[in-house]
């Protein structure tokens, strides 16, 4: 079987290099700051430089939303916190009450009960939340296992509540000398 070519996922010219249609699958950094200062990170967050770092202004998310609505994935955030963006309530707003082609990765520190409402609400697709241990987490990420396990809670609570199969829950783990041994037992 021949590998998939360009061609055969996007409609473009090939003397412009210009999009004739719209990508299938979208990713918005909608910030590029973090609550958060992981030791594993690759950008300095929770630092004074790091906290400097902007976030997509909301007009010109509004301006590429024909673009995210026609996309059969959206992925809110590459490596910064989405929930902490100024407007992500607005953002989710703008898909709609069905949002289910929208995904993002959190670090869950912001997941409040009026936020976890909403994404069910609005049935986002997923949101992946990163837990790097039970007992090495605080030290790697700042934050004790137990706050992020009552977040998902939480989310998983709101899900049953409304009914909702959506959003699909995960997590996302980074193995580590470190904290190798926890994943069996987190998981």
Request: glycine share 6%; net charge positive.
């Given at each position: 079987?021949?590998?998939?070519?360009?061609?055969?996922?996007?409609?473009?010219?090939?003397?412009?290099?210009?999009?004739?249609?719209?990508?299938?699958?979208?990713?918005?950094?909608?910030?590029?700051?973090?609550?958060?200062?992981?030791?594993?990170?690759?950008?300095?967050?929770?630092?004074?430089?790091?906290?400097?770092r902007g976030e997509l202004s909301f007009a010109t998310i509004?301006?590429?939303?024909?673009?995210?609505?026609?996309?059969?994935?959206?992925?809110?955030?590459?490596?910064?916190?989405?929930?902490?963006h100024s407007r992500f309530l607005d953002v989710l707003g703008c898909f709609g009450d069905d949002a289910s082609q929208v995904?993002?990765?959190?670090?869950?520190?912001?997941?409040?009960?009026?936020?976890?409402?909403?994404?069910?609400?609005?049935?986002?697709?997923?949101?992946?939340?990163?837990?790097?241990?039970?007992?090495?987490?605080?030290?790697?990420?700042?934050?004790?296992?137990?706050?992020?396990?009552?977040?998902?809670?939480?989310?998983?609570?709101?899900?049953?509540?409304?009914?909702?199969?959506?959003?699909?829950?995960?997590?996302?783990?980074?193995?580590?000398?470190?904290?190798?041994?926890?994943?069996?037992?987190?998981?």
């Amino acid at each position: 079987m021949d590998s998939p070519r360009k061609d055969d996922h996007i409609d473009y010219d090939p003397a412009t290099g210009r999009m004739r249609s719209p990508p299938q699958q979208l990713f918005l950094e909608l910030t590029g700051r973090c609550n958060l200062c992981c030791v594993h990170c690759p950008v300095d967050y929770g630092t004074p430089a790091g906290r400097a770092r902007g976030e997509l202004s909301f007009a010109t998310i509004e301006r590429l939303m024909p673009w995210l609505r026609a996309a059969r994935s959206v992925n809110l955030n590459v490596v910064g916190e989405p929930l902490i963006h100024s407007r992500f309530l607005d953002v989710l707003g703008c898909f709609g009450d069905d949002a289910s082609q929208v995904h993002f990765n959190t670090n869950g520190v912001a997941l409040t009960r009026r936020m976890a409402s909403e994404l069910v609400h609005r049935r986002v697709g997923s949101v992946i939340v990163s837990i790097d241990g039970l007992e090495t987490n605080e030290a790697l990420r700042g934050v004790p296992y137990e706050v992020l396990r009552a977040k998902v809670e939480l989310l998983c609570a709101e899900k049953r509540a409304q009914k909702s199969p959506l959003p699909l829950v995960g997590v996302a783990f980074t193995v580590m000398p470190r904290n190798r041994f926890e994943l069996p037992l987190l998981l």
